[in-house]
T-cell receptor
Framework: GQQVMQIPQYQHVQEGEDFTTYCNSS?????IQWYKQRPGGHPVFLIQ?????EVKKQKRLTFQFGEAKKNSSLHITATQTTDVGTYFC?????????????FGKGTKLSVKP | DAGITQSPRHKVTETGTPVTLRCHQT?????MYWYRQDPGHGLRLIHY???????DKGEVSDGYSVSRSKTEDFLLTLESATSSQTSVYFC???????????????FGDGTRLSIL
């Protein structure tokens, strides 16, 4: 079945350093979504990418969708302590049960002040 | 935050007992989902609903059943709870889903379930 792999599992950075998490799908995706979950909280939608090669920015966050629509990345520039949490990608396939979101296992980000 | 209420928020019960978790939404969204979240596994889909009385299985549906008799309520039942079902359970909603939509999912605050 469809799988979404996310790396790294953990990332520890010093405040001000950059951070990147990568997501790879075993199949071509119709779109990919990114979520953030703060410690003790629930996942919160960040953004959705639909087009091949798409790049979107939200302040210090840059999201990319690969040309083949099988991989994606989230890059945070100059991390802050407020960026702490687990970042999940979630890929959606095409049609039927493949249309359900498949979540990666997440990258847990810790930021040292 | 989207109007999603999960109840109970915490529950401790014994192996073999039935457990029902409730998700209530005030957004009138068509799609509702139940996920479980375990360390090292991320979020895994248990069941989902695409309308009243319309439900389907997700990735990890064994041992779980669901019901949706009203648009606003989606119930998850563990008929005979086992220790392997100890987890955090999240309900989510979306305006559309499956192969017919690209809408984001909005999550409830979760239910922490411990089965001893």
């Amino acid at each position: 079945g469809q799988q979404v792999m996310q790396i790294p599992q953990y990332q520890h950075v010093q405040e001000g350093e950059d951070f990147t998490t990568y997501c790879n799908s075993s199949t071509t995706l119709s779109n990919i979504q990114w979520y953030k979950q703060r410690p003790g909280g629930h996942p919160v939608f960040l953004i959705q990418l639909v087009k091949s090669g798409e790049v979107k920015k939200q302040k210090r966050l840059t999201f990319q969708f690969g040309e083949a629509k099988k991989n994606s990345s989230l890059h945070i520039t100059a991390t802050q302590t407020t960026d702490v949490g687990t970042y999940f990608c979630a890929g959606r396939g095409y049609g039927g049960s493949q249309g359900n979101l498949i979540f990666g296992k997440g990258t847990k980000l810790s930021v040292k002040p | 935050d989207a109007g999603i209420t999960q109840s109970p928020r915490h529950k401790v019960t014994e192996t073999g007992t039935p457990v029902t978790l409730r998700c209530h939404q005030t957004e009138n969204h068509r799609y509702m989902y139940w996920y479980r979240q375990d360390p090292g596994h991320g979020l895994r889909l248990i069941h989902y609903s695409y309308g009243v009385k319309d439900t389907d299985k997700g990735e990890v549906s064994d041992g779980y059943s669901v019901s949706r008799s009203k648009t606003e309520d989606f119930l998850l039942t563990l008929e005979s709870a086992t220790s392997s079902q100890t987890s955090v359970y999240f309900c989510a909603i979306s305006e559309s889903g499956g192969g017919r939509g690209n809408q984001p999912q909005h999550f409830g605050d979760g239910t922490r379930l411990s089965i001893l």
